[in-house]
């Protein structure tokens, strides 16, 4: 089991700046790709931001963005911490949303990929 601890979500106003954080305990090993997913009131959740672990999968480090966050946002780790980031920059009344931390593992003792969750962290950007 891996377990997810969000924090950083806040209220802040247009074009303001916010970084959130996802602190990693558990089952830390096998870990392909962290994530930031998003998920607004009336709307389904959608990936914001991923960043794949040295070593797995297709690339090494790799980071992948949203196209309405591009530019805005970026996604750090620090492996030392296990601790991903997400720095938000120029907030957008419409990034307004519940934002979830994710990790995507390899799970040897079921033989596939398993995505566990974090509560999530509200961001409340006011116009």
């Known amino acids: 089991q891996v377990q997810l601890v969000e924090s950083g979500g806040g209220l802040v106003q247009a074009g303001g700046s916010l970084r959130l954080s996802c602190a990693a305990s558990?089952?830390?090993?096998?870990?392909?790709?962290r994530s930031w997913y998003r998920q607004a009131p009336g709307k389904q959740r959608e990936q914001v931001a991923t960043?794949?672990?040295?070593?797995?999968?297709?690339?090494?480090?790799?980071?992948n963005y949203a196209d309405s966050v591009k530019g805005r946002f970026t996604i750090s780790r620090d492996n030392a911490k296990n601790t991903v980031y997400l720095q938000m920059n120029s907030l957008k009344p419409e990034d307004t949303a519940i934002y979830y931390c994710?990790?995507?593992?390899?799970?040897?003792?079921?033989?596939?990929?398993?995505?566990?969750w974090g509560k999530g962290t509200l961001v409340n950007v006011s116009s």
């Open positions: 994710n990790v995507h593992r390899w799970s040897p003792g079921s033989g596939g990929y398993m995505d566990y």
């Open positions: 558990g089952s830390i090993s096998n870990i392909a790709a």
């Open positions: 960043i794949t672990s040295s070593g797995t999968i297709t690339s090494s480090g790799n980071t």
